[in-house]
């Protein structure tokens, strides 16, 4: 962190049934990520809890020597994320907390990552499946098939592998006939293939509902691309991606 003047000793409000936003001074990283971060952490171990309400911008800014901008790119995020929502006239609240567990498998800055790299696989593989509906060929919906299989498969014995899970949406995406697709996936692997890691412990240790749910979006996926329906392909796609990003922020849909 840069030097800046001492936080006071008073900690900043949390109405609400929440606790108190505690910005630890750590290492040397973006104020920005640091304060998403914390605020994040006190979100997960529900000392922010649904409901709660933040300190107000200038409250952070006075509490911890950060400039205005950092505030605010730290809460735009938090509530691009789904996790705070700002009324007009009251501040920022808690709308949304993940599973505790979230904390055994990702740093609080990689979910951060996943989610917006999960923004543009939103747009980015809605749009390969409807292409995929629209020109694969026999071969390409077998290999499809396949890795729907495979991935279904692990479910059913517990053993969610990310690899199977990024075939199943590779093959999807070099049947879309654009190679572009495909390239643009292999250029964000690293976060994908984290996110999905990510995604599937938490369904590994979760309930036996949850997993199912995610073989049953796939399903749909492999059933519109197989009956050639473009647009029932993309939003196919769109909903099983925005349903695996609910499913992270929000501790309610664990079950």
């Known amino acids: ?147 729907h299989k495979r991935f279904a498969r692990g479910a059913d014995d517990g053993h969610l592998d990310p690899d199977i899970d990024l075939a199943f949406h590779a093959r999807i995406a070099e049947a879309s006939g654009n190679g572009f697709y495909l390239d643009v996936l292999d250029a964000i692997h690293e976060s994908i293939i984290g996110f999905m890691r990510l995604t599937l412990n938490l369904t590994r240790t979760g309930s036996r509902q949850r997993a199912q749910r995610v073989v049953d979006e796939h399903a749909a996926i492999v059933s519109a691309v197989r009956e050639q329906d473009p647009e029932r392909a993309r939003i196919a796609m769109q909903f099983h991606l925005a349903q695996a990003r609910q499913r992270l922020i929000d501790r309610t849909r664990d079950r």
């Open 1 to 147: 962190m840069r030097k800046n003047r001492a936080a006071n000793e008073r900690e900043p409000k949390a109405a609400g049934n929440g606790g108190t936003l505690v910005l630890a001074r750590g290492e040397r990283v973006r104020l920005s990520d640091q304060l998403y971060g914390q605020i994040f952490e006190q979100i997960v171990s529900g000392r922010l809890a649904v409901g709660a309400q933040l300190p107000s911008e200038n409250e952070i800014c006075e509490q911890f020597g950060v400039s205005r901008p950092v505030v605010r790119e730290a809460l735009l995020r938090l509530k691009a994320d789904g996790l705070v929502a700002t009324q007009h006239g009251r501040g920022s609240f808690v709308i949304h907390q993940p599973v505790d567990r979230v904390r055994s498998f990702a740093q609080a800055q990689d979910v951060a990552g996943y989610l917006r790299c999960l923004e543009v696989r939103i747009a980015l593989e809605g749009d390969a499946a409807r292409l995929a509906a629209q020109r694969r060929t026999d071969e390409q919906m077998e290999a499809i098939a396949s890795a």
